[in-house]
């Protein structure tokens, strides 16, 4: 199986603040995607991320609230921007090897709190 | 947005019973997806099916997909504490097209 990596693994911010979480994954995977999950429910898609080229959001998701790089194959990072207490909630990235419906491979996720 | 409605919601059943989750939709799926997420962990897939009225089994684990691939159950057989954790169930196809659409999640609990 793929390995995922993300870090931070939690943070607690002040609302008005941004704060960039970081996913690296292993050469096994092609296609990343970040998702976000409120504990114990659904996950909901916020964006594909492309390499070399701007992400593909989801209805409700924008560049300006969520910025997304993917500079190489391996790695990713999402950026959640001026902070508001409703996006506290966990960050999660994936992986697959070919496409969106592939086994998803999970990072361990990011617990962000904003105060 | 099609929905896949999970149920029940949450679970919590002794050490050693059986149980089942189920997974249902109106939309019809090109194969349907199940995973495990544990506290602090991302989800981890554990069956993919394919076909209608497909059965897998993974150990004390049953998975069906519906005939009419609208829908999908999840049996534990003598549930062990080590079962405890979210079950996600991904769909994929129907009125989504590519994307994987993920239900609402069981959370089932363990008791020894």
């Known amino acids: 199986s793929a390995v995922i990596s993300q870090k931070p693994s939690r943070d607690i911010c002040q609302r008005g603040t941004s704060l960039t979480i970081q996913c690296q994954v292993d050469s096994q995977v092609t296609m990343m995607f970040w998702y976000r999950q409120q504990p114990g429910q659904s996950l909901t898609l916020i964006a594909t991320a492309n390499q070399g080229s701007e992400a593909t959001y989801e209805s409700g998701f924008v560049i300006d609230k969520f910025p997304i790089s993917r500079p190489n194959l391996t790695f990713s990072t999402l950026t959640v921007s001026n902070m508001s207490p409703e996006d506290s909630s966990i960050y999660l990235c994936?992986?697959?090897?070919?496409?969106?419906?592939?086994?998803?491979?999970f990072g361990p996720g990011t617990r962000l709190t904003v105060l | 947005t099609q929905l896949l409605e999970q149920s029940p919601q949450f679970l919590s059943i002794q050490e050693g019973e059986n149980l089942t989750v189920y997974c249902n939709s109106s939309?019809?799926?090109?194969?349907l997806q199940w995973y495990r997420q544990e506290p602090g962990e991302g989800p981890v897939l554990l069956v993919t099916?394919?076909?209608?009225?497909e059965v897998k089994k993974l150990k004390r684990l049953t998975f069906q997909f519906g005939d009419a691939r609208k829908d999908s159950s999840l049996h534990i057989t003598a549930a062990q504490p080590g079962d405890t954790g979210l079950y996600l169930c991904?769909?994929?196809?129907?009125?989504?097209?590519?994307?994987?659409?993920f239900g609402e999640g069981t959370q089932l609990t363990v008791n020894p």
């Open positions: 994936s992986g697959s090897r070919t496409s969106n419906t592939d086994t998803q491979y």
């Open positions: 991904a769909g994929v196809g129907g009125t989504s097209g590519s994307r994987l659409t």
């Open positions: 939309s019809v799926f090109s194969s």
């Open positions: 099916v394919v076909t209608g009225g």
